[in-house]
């Protein structure tokens, strides 16, 4: 059956702050993950991805994280903008033909 | 690059019909699409992996009679909602995969459909 609609954890930033939005993940033998941004009534999309030999990635104002360690990944996004406002969900690829799983998500409010 | 489009953006249709969505890769081919669904406030359900010229794999619990899937193209897959109910009211989304700057085969999606079924 479907389940029970969750509540989305928010992360509220002030316009020009720095934002951290985490994820945990469970899969030890994931090698590759993802960060996507999605709009109210869009689709995901892509704005960074790190390989597990990796612990740090850089993008434009963002960065990813991953501590292997822990199973924990991390999304910065640096001066904080309006239209960052989105859900943020970060994906692992299990390693079958490109498949992910997707994590529960991160809604992220930029106050002015 | 990786532009993947869906169409209906949204539609409304009568409890019994069926409705048929189609996921296109723009300017790319991909020999593999994957279809989601996602219900209000929560994260994204994978449904179904369809595979060029071959049959989709199902994931648990969705009935493949229900929910029909074609990759007939590189670049067209469709999803085919067969006696939709109110139940399967949702967000349909389309990923296709291809590659980005480094080389890493990765998932890029569509905007989505939207689906009541009254």
């Known amino acids: 059956g479907e389940s029970v609609g969750l509540h989305l954890p928010t992360l509220s930033v002030q316009e020009g702050d720095n934002s951290i939005i985490n994820c945990a993940y469970s899969?030890?033998?994931?090698?590759?993950f993802i960060w996507y941004k999605q709009e109210s009534g869009k689709g995901p999309q892509f704005i960074i991805d790190i390989r597990s030999n990796m612990d740090k990635r850089q993008g434009q104002r963002v960065t990813v994280l991953l501590n292997k360690t822990v199973k924990h990944l991390s999304l910065q996004i640096a001066a904080t903008q309006p239209g960052d406002s989105a859900v943020y969900f970060c994906a692992e690829n299990t390693g079958t033909a490109s498949k992910l799983t997707f994590g529960t998500g991160t809604r992220l409010q930029v106050t002015l | 690059g990786a532009v993947v489009s869906q169409h209906p953006s949204w539609v409304i249709c009568k409890s019994g019909t069926s409705v048929k969505i189609e996921c296109r890769s723009l300017?790319?081919?991909?020999?593999?699409m994957f279809w989601y669904r996602q219900f209000p406030k929560q994260s994204l359900m994978l449904m179904a992996t369809s595979n060029e010229g071959s049959k989709a794999t199902y994931e648990q619990g969705v009935e493949k009679d229900k929910f029909l899937i074609n990759h007939a193209s590189l670049t067209l897959s469709t999803l085919t909602v067969t006696s939709a109910h109110p139940e399967d009211s949702s967000f349909y989304i389309c990923?296709?995969?291809?590659?980005?700057?480094?080389?890493?085969?990765?998932?890029?999606f569509g905007p989505g459909t939207r689906l009541l079924v009254l």
């Open positions: 300017d790319f081919q991909a020999t593999t």
């Open positions: 990923s296709a995969v291809s590659f980005t700057e480094a080389r890493q085969e990765t998932q890029y």
């Open positions: 899969n030890s033998a994931s090698d590759y």
